[in-house]
């Protein structure tokens, strides 16, 4: 091999590293929960007046309704209630607008979306991007799961500050959304 094709181990490594990183948005549920998701299964980051998401009966208490996006109908889901945190409806706070993350599932070709394939995450805050290398990803320890919030777990990842950050799967959630 010539010298220019030739990757000593330690560059081997980096480039590994380089894709194995991944980008996360992360944002926050009330009180002090910080969640991120993969930016390839977020569509947008939404901010929609009260009012504006239209409740439909007979749906899961977490199913707050849909919302008419530039066209396409968005299931939106109270994040908290649905993971076992304190509902949307029980927080204190003011504010004028909800704030969601849009996600559709991972596998998806975007040019091919139908009907309920978008979900709105209806979340506290949505905070900034973060990259993190994917092998840096933990399981948590059984103990520390609730039985409302494990099917959704990827796993948590630890910063180099020491907070901790959940990783949602969003697939995992279009899997919960109720069927027709």
Known sequence: MSE?????????????????RQQFLRFVLLPDTNLMVSLS????????????????P???SWVMGVYNWRGE??????????????PWYQQS????HH???????STQDRKNRTAGDLVGLVVSDVNDIELCNTNE???????????????????????DNG?????????????AMPKE
């Open 41 to 56: 299964e977020i569509a947008a980051v939404l901010k929609i007046p009260f009012g504006q998401i239209i409740p439909i």
């Open 58 to 60: 007979e749906m899961p």
């Open 73 to 86: 109908i968005v299931w939106m889901i109270d994040l908290g209630q649905l993971l076992g945190f304190t």
């Open 4 to 20: 220019q094709t030739t990757l000593s181990l330690s560059q081997f490594q980096q480039k590994k590293n380089i894709v194995e």
């Open 137 to 159: 990803l933990h399981s948590p320890p059984a103990s520390a799961v609730t039985p409302d919030l494990a099917p959704f777990l990827r796993g948590y990842w630890i910063k």
């Open 93 to 96: 706070g003011v504010a004028s």
């Open 163 to 175: 907070d901790i950050v959940v990783t949602i799967d969003a697939d995992a959630i279009f899997a």
């Open 99 to 105: 704030k969601a993350v849009v996600i559709h599932p």
